[in-house]
């Protein structure tokens, strides 16, 4: 079993709708949780990072961490097409390693 | 600042052939981590450094794998020989101990390695 489990999609929307992401861990040794964006041919970038259990909010983006069933979630509100991009999960404990999900693509179609 | 700088973005080679791919870390940034990345097993972490040191390598596949870091502004990942397994986008990515952007990683473009 892997440490961070995410479903890779595709998941495809229709411009406007509400985007759920979801990612499960096994490790509750983690306490920093973070999502990434990637479009294509290009590294990964910072989109969103929590510290413990609790919801964080930042414009369009919400992230949601439940420490006690070992689930993330990432809400994208009025999707665009330019948010069309693979999301990766991250966690980490104390330390600096830092465990990705698969990633999920998105597509969102105009 | 010009982010993680990766080269070569493009590589193909033939199978047994040595392949060097390099990064240079944002400066000032204390940390340098190498990551590969394929459909079947996503973003894997190799090996990070820390001041140039390698702190953890657990994540190297096998000794045909090395890293170095000589300097600061520098780093290395070798194959040799190289393997059509190994076929894979490898990231650098740096990061510096600072509480209020510690967990944060900045990643370079890559470089996408095809062994034929």
């Known amino acids: 079993q892997k440490e961070v489990e995410q479903d890779p999609g595709p998941l495809s929307v229709p411009e406007g709708a509400i985007v759920s992401l979801n990612c499960t861990y096994s490790?509750?040794?983690?306490?920093?949780f973070m999502w990434y964006r990637q479009y294509s041919r290009k590294g990964p970038e910072l989109l969103m990072y929590?510290?413990?259990?609790g919801n964080k909010e930042d414009g369009r983006f919400t992230a949601q961490v439940d420490k006690s069933s070992k689930y993330i979630s990432l809400f994208i509100r009025d999707s665009q097409p330019s948010d069309s991009a693979t999301y990766l999960c991250?966690?980490?404990?104390?330390?600096?390693?830092?465990?990705f999900g698969a990633g999920t693509r998105l597509f969102v179609k105009a | 600042d010009a982010g993680v700088i990766q080269s070569p973005r493009h590589e193909v080679t033939e199978m047994g052939q040595e392949v060097t791919l390099r990064c240079k870390p944002i400066?000032?940034?204390?940390?340098l981590f190498w990551y590969r990345q394929t459909m079947m097993r996503g973003l894997e972490l190799l090996i990070y450094?820390?001041?140039?040191?390698?702190?953890?390598d657990s994540g190297m596949p096998e000794d045909r794998f090395s890293a170095k870091m000589p300097n600061a502004s520098f780093s290395t990942l070798k194959i040799q020989p190289s393997e059509p397994r190994d076929s894979a986008v490898y990231f650098c990515a740096s990061s510096s101990w600072d509480r209020a952007r510690s967990e944060k990683l900045f990643f370079g473009s890559g470089t996408q390695l095809s062994v034929l």
């Open positions: 991250a966690m980490k404990t104390g330390g600096f390693k830092t465990i």
């Open positions: 929590t510290y413990s259990s």
């Open positions: 490790n509750s040794a983690f306490q920093y």
């Open positions: 450094f820390n001041n140039n040191v390698p702190i953890d």
């Open positions: 400066s000032g940034h204390d940390y």
